[in-house]
């Protein structure tokens, strides 16, 4: 009997299946805080075979994305029953060279559904779960900041029952882009232990993601704060900001429709 599923339960109908079949569309609200951190701390987190970028392109620049998404499968059947489109995440980027190649990474990202964290994992994200907030922007009323100058979003991440990180975004005006960390296609390996847990890995390759049909909005820009804080289950106070470059709203839209194995 075939058994359908992306990638499971998998049964012969499919519908239980945890993901709908490919392509993923997502469309969302990005808030951006860019900083430089030391190059040291970012090279410590990258595998073997994977560098800095050179020095000329700003090796301890880091992204720190707050999103706020919709998504759903090819139909849009998600989009009726909301809970199954919507979730947060909160996520971690640089850059870095594979093959003399310029990409970006994600070296650390939570979300908040069980969807999300999964298909995080088909695609090379080293998702974990946590509870991420971030201010909406309005058109009416005083319950949120305009799309103008002056408009003041915060954003907060938690993992554990411990707050991880905090920061604001303050804009100023419109922007030429939402920064330049995350825009490259991103590097990742999907790692998975053999059952023997014997320390090798049955699945270990290395992969390039991208989306397809990305359709930005306007980008705003500003300046921002960002403060990181310890926990005993995460490192990413490793990734401390020595000095904010700025901040950024943007509303994206983007399709997932596979990868690309670089090596297996």
């Avoid at 979300?111 to 999964?118: E, H, S």
């Avoid at 974990?128 to 909406?136: A, D, F, P």
Wanted: with cysteine; charged share 20%; aromatic share 10%.
């Amino acid at each position: 009997m075939t058994l359908r599923g992306v990638p499971f339960p998998r049964t012969p109908s499919g519908q239980a299946s945890l993901l709908p079949p490919t392509p993923w569309h997502y469309s969302g609200d990005l808030l951006t805080v860019e900083y430089r951190t030391d190059p040291s701390a970012v090279a410590a987190l990258l595998p073997d075979g994977v560098t800095l970028a050179h020095d000329g392109e700003d090796p301890g620049a880091v992204a720190f994305i707050w999103a706020d998404w919709q998504s759903c499968g090819d139909n849009g059947e998600e989009l009726l029953d909301p809970v199954r489109s919507q979730y947060k995440e909160a996520y971690v980027v640089v850059r870095c060279r594979y093959r003399d190649q310029l990409f970006s990474r994600c070296l650390f990202i939570w979300v908040d559904k069980d969807f999300a964290l999964v298909r995080g994992y088909l695609q090379g994200y080293p998702k974990k779960l946590g509870s991420i907030h971030q201010t909406r922007p309005v058109t009416r009323g005083r319950a949120g900041p305009r799309l103008a100058s002056g408009g003041t979003f915060g954003m907060t991440l938690a993992a554990s029952d411990r707050r991880l990180a905090q920061a604001t975004v303050t804009l100023k005006g419109e922007s030429d882009t939402n920064g330049f960390v995350n825009g490259h296609a991103m590097l990742h390996h999907r790692w998975f232990p053999r059952v023997e847990l014997d320390g090798r890995d049955s699945l270990s390759e290395v992969v390039k993601v991208t989306g397809v049909d990305v359709d930005p909005g306007p980008a705003y820009g500003g300046s921002a704060t960002l403060e990181l804080f310890d926990s005993p289950t995460e490192e990413l106070a490793s990734l401390a900001p020595r000095e904010i470059l700025g901040g950024y709203f943007r509303s994206v839209g983007s399709t997932f429709n596979g990868g690309t194995t670089l090596e297996a």
